[in-house]
């Protein structure tokens, strides 16, 4: 079952019908206070600031007690707490009670999720009167449609509104996209032609108008509009009234249709709310058993987590399973959507999304994993789009895919197999894994065999100081073959071990596991030429010029890659604990792609400790804002929290009241790696390579930041996907530092079950490996 709980009132809904080149659907995301509606093509901020239109539905109450509640503003006034008990990529719900006992829920949901249309936005009202006395009141349902003329390739010069059939109807003149309001209750009064909310509530009550300036939060986007913008607006709506006796409930359903025409969009709001609206509720019941389906095997927490921790985890992987894209185009597969404006495939986004998500749906991270490899134009998996145009390219017109360093995809990959055990599924991706590393040894290192990246953007560090390049218009295009990396030397050693060692577990002979255990030792031999012992840090190489003085967070990478000495790791612990900027501008935990290398470099020399501090700093301060409730979601107000994030500004003021904002573009994959953050290094699951297909073997490290080592606390997390088996750990903690933990695992479905207690310090590992082949026997 989904984790029902008090959510932040703001997120998106996924629109199954939105790609990019193959043609937008358009984003669906929320608005304050009860709101939801589409930006075309996308929301305009990160990734694309083009708008064509957006087209809102968003409801309001005039109830006993309070005038009326349409933004948040006003519930805020009336000390209302608004919120949403259900928050998924299907449903988005909104929630409050007035202090008379009147009880409202509306859950917004997209209607025709099954077709693939994406052009149907249904809407059910539920009203109930817990009070003592009967009640009256109102509900104002508006179709919103702000349209920037002259966008897109229609003639659309206008807007008109007009009642049609029992509804609204808001379309474009002389053409353009056309939207229609409806609802399974025929009573509603039309309210036509308002260009603003202070209009459209002084025609239903001229005092209440009164509270709704021209600069409301209402008045337009949640957004400044650019030079250039030509925007015009129209306001239509339909007006209930309702009297409830105490106990008495009402539903109400409404539906937001668009398309081509408005007969066209009035004629499938007809379909849609034929039989009482029965295809509507059988779409608000697909919607709830596909995501009841997915929370069936996904991790939950529960106990004395702090709330916004509880949360975050649910935010995170909702948001990653609407970067999960149907096949379209060239992509066979399903593709991961690195975020959701503007689609597109990005090997390193990929990889680091589908790790996460491997942890809920290994099925689909597995396939999503395969596919963006066998579904790539070219080895070098070049960042692309669905009808094959390349997104990424050089200035010398060399078409880029991101490096071996960006995310670590092959760290990535090893750490899915660990969890899944699925060797067939590592057969079938190692023929495009060596393909891969043969072309970054073919074209991406100079006659020594020293790697590079033709441009910056290659590298994820788009126009980073480490390159030297002070003059670059393209913003990452500019050639950086001049610089010798550690970062990428670093992940040039580690995938070639490990395609050694995945040519061993495969089976595939001496001769290709001696192959790139030489290329290997190769690596690791030009590693050590970047080391500088009188500075204690590996050191980028500029063949111009000679060494750098630049220190980022990416060149403790060599210790992820366990490309460095005994003594290296032992030098470099102090920059472990207190990194670099990254980039010289950035801090260290502020972007997850870089928290990824920083908590990778810990563990992998033997500190999880501090992949543990380092990973809950980020997370805390993140997760935090994912679950406020901010007054405004405009851009440059943080934006929308509920979501992943591109970066986490939070961290540089984890303790601000109210929760800083941001950053970046908003439903973003990568920015969902709290959830990894927690499971491996807080509460601290790392799965082993098992011995055979018949062993689980997985080591249990708590690392419980010192908030939340208080005696007679209990943190439990439930369903954690690992080798087949579905695992519950339960941490009690018994006094400061010591914890008992409680191991419950079970074979999916149904079968034998393993339980075991076992007392461990903060910190301390316990090795666990299960036979199942004798029914889940402890070896």
């Known amino acids: 079952m989904f984790p029902q709980d008090r959510y932040t009132p703001h997120g998106y809904l996924d629109n199954p019908a939105h790609a990019w080149t193959t043609g937008p659907g358009g984003v669906l995301r929320s608005r304050p206070g009860i709101g939801m509606g589409w930006h075309y093509p996308s929301f305009p901020h990160g990734y694309n600031y083009t708008w064509h239109y957006a087209t809102h539905l968003q409801l309001g109450f005039s109830l006993p007690g309070t005038g009326w509640l349409l933004e948040t503003a006003d519930f805020e006034r009336q000390n209302i707490d608004l919120y949403s008990d259900y928050h998924s990529k299907n449903w988005l719900s909104f929630v409050f009670e007035t202090p008379l006992g009147l009880k409202a829920r509306a859950i917004f949901f997209l209607a025709e999720a099954s077709t693939g249309s994406g052009d149907a936005l249904g809407c059910l009202v539920q009203l109930k009167n817990h009070g003592q006395a009967a009640q009256e009141g109102s509900l104002l349902a508006a179709l919103d449609y702000e349209r920037n003329l002259g966008q897109g390739l229609d003639w659309t010069s206008g807007l008109y509104s007009r009642q049609n059939e029992t509804g609204v109807s808001v379309a474009g003149f002389q053409e353009g996209t056309a939207f229609h309001l409806r609802s399974t209750d025929f009573s509603a009064q039309a309210r036509l032609d308002a260009a603003t909310f202070t209009d459209l509530l002084e025609s239903l009550d001229a005092t209440a108008a009164r509270r709704f300036p021209v600069g409301s939060r209402l008045a337009s986007l949640d957004r400044a509009y650019k030079e250039g913008d030509n925007v015009t607006r129209k306001i239509a709506a339909q007006h209930y009234n309702f009297k409830l006796e105490p106990g008495a409930e009402k539903t109400i359903m409404l539906v937001?249709?668009?398309?081509?025409?408005?007969?066209?969009?009035?004629?499938?709001?007809?379909?849609?709310?034929?039989?009482?609206?029965?295809?509507?509720?059988?779409?608000?019941?697909?919607?709830?058993?596909?995501?009841?389906?997915?929370?069936?095997?996904?991790?939950?927490?529960?106990?004395?987590?702090?709330?916004?921790?509880?949360?975050?985890?649910?935010?995170?992987?909702?948001?990653?399973?609407?970067?999960?894209?149907?096949?379209?185009?060239?992509?066979?597969?399903?593709?991961?959507?690195?975020?959701?404006?503007?689609?597109?495939?990005?090997?390193?986004e990929a990889a680091l999304d589908m790790l996460i998500?491997?942890?809920?749906?290994?099925?689909?991270?597995?396939?999503?994993?395969?596919?963006?490899?066998?579904?790539?134009?070219?080895?070098?998996?070049?960042?692309?789009?669905?009808?094959?145009?390349?997104?990424?390219?050089?200035?010398?017109?060399?078409?880029?895919?991101?490096?071996?360093?960006?995310?670590?995809?092959?760290?990535?990959?090893?750490?899915?197999?660990?969890?899944?055990?699925?060797?067939?599924?590592?057969?079938?991706?190692?023929?495009?894994?060596?393909?891969?590393?043969?072309?970054?040894?073919?074209?991406?290192?100079?006659?020594?065999?020293?790697?590079?990246?033709?441009?910056?953007?290659?590298?994820?560090?788009?126009?980073?100081?480490?390159?030297?390049?002070?003059?670059?218009?393209?913003?990452?295009?500019?050639?950086?073959?001049?610089?010798?990396?550690?970062?990428?030397?670093?992940?040039?050693?580690?995938?070639?071990?490990?395609?050694?060692?995945?040519?061993?577990?495969?089976?595939?002979?001496?001769?290709?596991?001696?192959?790139?255990?030489?290329?290997?030792?190769?690596?690791?031999?030009?590693?050590?030429?970047?080391?500088?012992?009188?500075?204690?840090?590996?050191?980028?190489?500029?063949?111009?010029?000679?060494?750098?003085?630049?220190?980022?967070?990416?060149?403790?990478?060599?210790?992820?890659?366990?490309?460095?000495?005994?003594?290296?790791?032992?030098?470099?612990?102090?920059?472990?604990?207190?990194?670099?900027?990254?980039?010289?501008?950035?801090?260290?935990?502020?972007?997850?792609?870089i928290v990824f290398c920083l908590v990778e470099s810990c563990s992998e020399s033997g500190r999880q400790d501090l992949a543990a501090r380092h990973g809950w700093?980020?997370?805390?301060?993140?997760?935090?804002?994912?679950?406020?409730?901010?007054?405004?979601?405009?851009?440059?107000?943080?934006?929308?929290?509920?979501?992943?994030?591109?970066?986490?500004?939070?961290?540089?003021?984890?303790?601000?009241?109210?929760?800083?904002?941001?950053?970046?573009?908003?439903?973003?994959?990568?920015?969902?790696?709290?959830?990894?953050?927690?499971?491996?290094?807080?509460?601290?699951?790392?799965?082993?390579?098992?011995?055979?297909?018949?062993?689980?073997?997985?080591?249990?490290?708590?690392?419980?930041?010192?908030a939340l080592l208080v005696p007679g606390k209990v943190y439990q997390v439930k369903g954690i996907y690992c080798q087949q088996l579905r695992l519950d750990l339960t941490l009690a903690v018994l006094e400061i530092a010591r914890i008992e933990v409680t191991l419950v695992a079970a074979e999916r479905p149904g079968g034998a079950i393993y339980q075991e207690k076992f007392l461990l310090d903060n910190g301390q590992a316990q090795l666990v490996r299960l036979n199942r082949a004798e029914g889940l026997k402890r070896e």
């Open 256 to 348: 937001l249709t668009r398309d081509a025409s408005e007969f066209r969009a009035v004629n499938r709001a007809s379909r849609l709310l034929q039989d009482e609206g029965s295809a509507l509720y059988q779409a608000l019941a697909r919607g709830r058993q596909e995501d009841n389906a997915f929370w069936e095997n996904a991790p939950r927490l529960s106990g004395d987590w702090p709330e916004h921790v509880r949360r975050g985890l649910v935010y995170d992987l909702e948001t990653l399973r609407m970067m999960v894209r149907n096949p379209a185009g060239i992509y066979k597969h399903a593709w991961d959507a690195m975020q959701i404006q503007v689609p597109r495939t990005v090997l390193a």
């Open 357 to 593: 998500l491997s942890y809920a749906d290994p099925v689909a991270a597995k396939e999503v994993l395969l596919g963006t490899f066998a579904d790539a134009p070219e080895p070098n998996v070049p960042c692309s789009r669905e009808d094959g145009s390349y997104n990424m390219v050089a200035v010398d017109g060399s078409p880029c895919g991101t490096a071996p360093e960006w995310c670590f995809p092959f760290h990535c990959i090893e750490l899915v197999y660990r969890r899944t055990g699925d060797r067939a599924w590592l057969a079938a991706l190692f023929p495009y894994l060596e393909a891969y590393m043969d072309f970054w040894q073919g074209q991406r290192t100079d006659p020594q065999g020293r790697p590079f990246y033709k441009c910056s953007w290659e590298a994820g560090q788009d126009n980073s100081a480490r390159f030297g390049i002070t003059n670059d218009p393209s913003g990452g295009g500019a050639l950086g073959e001049h610089l010798w990396p550690v970062d990428l030397q670093a992940a040039m050693t580690q995938n070639c071990w490990l395609l050694a060692s995945w040519a061993a577990e495969l089976e595939s002979g001496q001769a290709r596991i001696n192959r790139w255990n030489n290329l290997a030792d190769r690596h690791f031999n030009l590693m050590q030429q970047m080391w500088r012992p009188e500075l204690k840090w590996f050191h980028d190489f500029d063949r111009r010029s000679g060494f750098t003085g630049v220190l980022d967070t990416m060149q403790l990478a060599p210790l992820l890659g366990r490309a460095a000495t005994t003594e290296q790791i032992a030098a470099l612990q102090a920059k472990l604990e207190n990194p670099p900027l990254h980039g010289q501008v950035f801090h260290p935990l502020m972007w997850p792609s």
């Open 617 to 706: 700093q980020a997370l805390d301060a993140f997760y935090r804002w994912a679950d406020s409730h901010p007054a405004s979601v405009a851009p440059d107000q943080g934006g929308l929290p509920g979501v992943g994030r591109e970066y986490w500004p939070q961290v540089g003021q984890p303790a601000a009241v109210p929760p800083r904002g941001g950053g970046g573009a908003e439903v973003y994959g990568w920015g969902c790696l709290g959830t990894y953050l927690l499971l491996r290094y807080v509460i601290g699951l790392q799965e082993e390579r098992a011995a055979s297909e018949s062993q689980a073997a997985f080591v249990v490290r708590p690392n419980l930041p010192g």
